[in-house]
């Protein structure tokens, strides 16, 4: 149902608040506004552009210097070759996939100490 029949429903409702009817369509249309709401909710991943990526990696601490544009770019070349898919589901949110990306930066660039400074005998 279109927002304009819906928006006639109701003024039409509202008008003739004392029918018996009135109440019932209101509800109608109420729910109808909950429904698409969810429908357009669960619509769909949308990939980000570089810009966006390039945004969040900016924003972060990890990547300085300038590497965000170029981690942005990789980021998106690596899941745009996977077709935004992660491991057999697609991705619902890139966001939570790039703050892992940065993790992952981090972890890679940190030292691993020993774990004793002890030589070995």
Not at 66 to 91: E, H, I, L, N, P
Not at 93 to 101: F, G, L, S, T, V
């Amino acid at each position: 149902m279109t927002t304009s029949r819906l928006i006639e429903i109701e003024m039409l409702a509202n008008a003739n608040l004392n029918t018996r009817s009135a109440p019932i369509l209101l509800e109608l249309c109420a729910e109808v506004r909950r429904l698409q709401a969810r429908s357009s909710k669960r619509a769909g991943f949308v990939p980000p552009d570089v810009s966006e990526v390039e945004a969040v990696f900016a924003a972060g601490r990890v990547f300085r210097n300038g590497s965000a544009a170029a981690q942005a770019a990789a980021f998106c070349d690596f899941y745009g070759s996977k077709g935004w898919v992660v491991g057999r589901v697609r991705m619902t949110d890139w966001r939570a996939a790039a703050r892992n990306w940065e993790r992952r930066a981090a972890e890679k660039v940190a030292p691993v100490m020993p774990r004793s400074s002890e030589p070995r005998m």
